[in-house]
């Protein structure tokens, strides 16, 4: 199932938590003072059961503007965002400051939520829907519905929750297959249990027992216990809202913003090197070593800008940055960040960490630049990952140079220092090789799996799925070369066994139940008793009071098994050895006399010209006879 985090975002008092509380049933003011002054001051969360049957959590962030370093605490792990705006207010200041926040991280799957729409006409609703749009037009969120609801009247909510539905089928789920990092957006203690962290799972899994690093800190600690949704579970996933319970660690010890991660994964650092962009809505340029704040994660760190190639930056202008920051931070290559000005706090920027761990750089060097610039692209390792990772299908060593830009002796490296890693999966062509994501593999084949045992549990007298139908219905963007070899590569890892134009799980036999063998074995006898005029399959069905498709199931069964042989009339079947029997007494015939009749063939075998003529076009198809006049001849 995926797992995914939806994250509200909005003007203070724009109707965010009441909406959430409406979709779920669920109060995220948790806090005796969220209650009094009716707004949110820390973030909540909630369990959303959509119609569809699939889950998702929400993160409801507030919208105060003395309260954005806790919304942006809580926005960074988020797959969908629902852009909560008034519509007796329409976009507010903070609306603004919440976009360019959306804007900066890159969360790019959106619904614009027009909420309070029971205190509007129509004409004030198009309006503000009007200006919506217009506002929206080159954000990231251009493209996002906007949904009118009430939250009161309940008035858009299913239209709303269908959506969401949907927005949910068409998000890719996050990859579990790398190293844990859970960035701790809260610490709380549970009596009897002792240190709970909870947060976002941006990557990798963490189980029950399993060893974690709490970092900057440095602590080294072990699950005692984990829950999703409030559930326990024995392991958690990229992409699932979740509290673990650690040991050995007082609360006093962890802050939000630490990070839990796999024992010695990360390196935490007072450098980061960035890509950043100054937002069109900075008042004013950005000076050289201008004291920023920095939100990485679900962390605020102070810091100092050092631009490397000018002494100030203008707004709307991207720069690469070093950021000299007063506390050590923890980053990977590629996440996203904001930055607010020290005073007073405004978000003015943000953008990507292209170096965690950057030694200190002289400014003005084209050789820093250029680095940076190599660094900004990726490394080889990266590339190649990024790109199968994006994409679905497999991948010659010939099409991974010409998307990444490698050079072939460093993706030869690059491809088996993932292999090793088991980040990447080789799938041998011949005296070549195609290459997948292995999550990527391990996904398909627990899928290709589970719809065989379906298959075999379903249709237990067939040979197996058939290969082509399976590619069409789960695969078609794979052409049908490069799916034969995906199979190839599952049976060779014993997943599958292959046939002609069908798969079935390696240990699948076939074997019939008692009843269903005793059934084959009285239809076979009586077809046989029939000697060379035996009864048509209508009689035999018939006569065993098979349904329609039980018959057919049990013809193509025997068909396949060769157990019967089809003539060529579409109703008349011999058993193998009476068909063979037939075929051995027409050709001794023939091998004495030459030719053979209709007439002569039905006296032979003592049977009716209704299964000699049908007989005998069988073994003209066969190339042992073929007709000259009204007679047959050995070929």
Not at 531 to 545: A, C, G, H, L, T
Not at 604 to 633: A, C, H, I, Q, Y
């Amino acid at each position: 199932m995926k797992h995914i985090i939806i994250g509200t975002a909005g003007h203070v008092d724009h109707g965010k938590t009441l909406l959430i509380k409406t979709l779920t049933g669920m109060d995220t003011d948790r806090l005796k003072e969220e209650k009094e002054r009716g707004i949110s001051i820390e973030l909540g969360f909630a369990q959303l059961k959509l119609p569809s049957g699939k889950q998702a959590g929400i993160v409801d962030v507030p919208g105060h503007e003395k309260f954005i370093k806790n919304m942006l605490a809580g926005v960074g792990g988020i797959d969908l965002v629902l852009l909560v705006i008034a519509a007796d207010e329409g976009v507010m200041p903070q609306t603004k400051e919440h976009v360019d926040i959306i804007q900066l991280l890159q969360v790019k799957k959106g619904i614009v939520v027009l909420t309070k729409i029971d205190m509007v006409d129509e004409e004030w609703l198009s309006l503000v829907t009007e200006e919506i749009r217009e506002y929206l037009k080159d954000t990231v969120l251009s493209e996002a519905p906007v949904v009118p609801v009430s939250s009161t009247t309940k008035q858009g909510i299913p239209q709303l929750l269908d959506l969401i539905d949907q927005f949910v089928d068409d998000t890719e789920e996050r990859n579990s297959s790398g190293k844990l990092r859970l960035p701790i957006d809260r610490v709380f203690s549970v009596t009897g249990f002792g240190t709970v962290v909870t947060g976002t799972l941006l990557s990798g899994r963490v189980s029950t027992g399993d060893t974690v690093e709490i970092m900057p800190l440095g602590t080294v600690s072990r699950v005692r216990s984990i829950q999703v949704h409030g559930k326990k579970v024995e392991q958690a996933r990229a992409g699932q809202r979740t509290a673990v319970n650690i040991i050995g660690v007082e609360v006093e010890e962890v802050k939000r913003g630490s990070v839990l991660v796999t024992p010695n994964s990360v390196e935490p650092s007072h450098r980061m090197d960035v890509k950043f962009l100054l937002l069109e809505s900075a008042e004013k340029p950005l000076k050289n070593r201008a004291r920023v704040r920095l939100y990485l994660g679900t962390d605020e760190i102070l810091g100092r800008v050092r631009l490397l190639d000018r002494e100030e930056i203008e707004p709307n202008q991207e720069a690469y940055v070093q950021l000299e920051l007063e506390e050590r931070g923890i980053a990977g290559k590629g996440d996203r960040f904001v930055i607010r000005s020290y005073s007073p706090m405004r978000t003015i920027g943000g953008g990507v960490v292209i170096e965690p761990n950057a030694p200190k750089h002289k400014r003005y060097r084209s050789e820093v630049l250029e680095g940076l610039a190599t660094k900004e692209k990726g490394t080889p390792e990266e590339l190649v990952n990024q790109l199968l990772a994006g994409k679905q299908g497999l991948f010659s060593p010939e099409e991974i140079i010409e998307a990444t830009g490698l050079a072939g002796d460093d993706l030869k490296i690059s491809i088996e220092k993932l292999q090793s890693e088991q980040q990447v999966k080789c799938i041998p062509v011949d005296k070549k090789s195609l290459y997948i994501a292995q999550f990527t593999y391990n996904k398909w084949r627990q899928e290709i799996k589970s719809m065989v045992i379906n298959y075999h549990r379903e249709y237990p007298l067939r040979e197996g799925y058939p290969k082509e139908e399976l590619r069409s219905r789960k695969f078609p963007f794979i052409n049908n070369k490069h799916f034969q070899y995906l199979l190839q590569a599952m049976e060779i890892d014993g997943l599958l066994k292959l046939h002609d134009k069908t798969l079935a799980l390696a240990e699948f036999t076939g074997e019939l139940s008692g009843s269903q063998q005793k059934l084959v074995q009285d239809m076979i006898c009586a077809i046989q008793e029939g000697n060379f005029q035996p009864p048509s399959w209508v009689e035999v069905v018939k006569k065993f009071r098979l349904k329609d498709a039980e018959s057919q199931e049990y013809l193509q069964y025997f068909l396949r098994t060769g157990q019967l042989v089809k003539l060529s009339d579409d109703e008349l079947y011999y058993t193998a050895d009476r068909y063979q029997q037939a075929k051995t007494k027409i050709v001794e015939y023939l091998k004495e006399n030459k030719e053979i009749s209709v007439a002569q063939t039905r006296d032979l075998l003592k049977t009716s010209r209704k299964f000699t003529l049908p007989l005998l076009e069988t073994m003209d198809r066969e190339r042992l006879t073929r007709r000259v006049g009204d007679n047959r001849v050995l070929v």
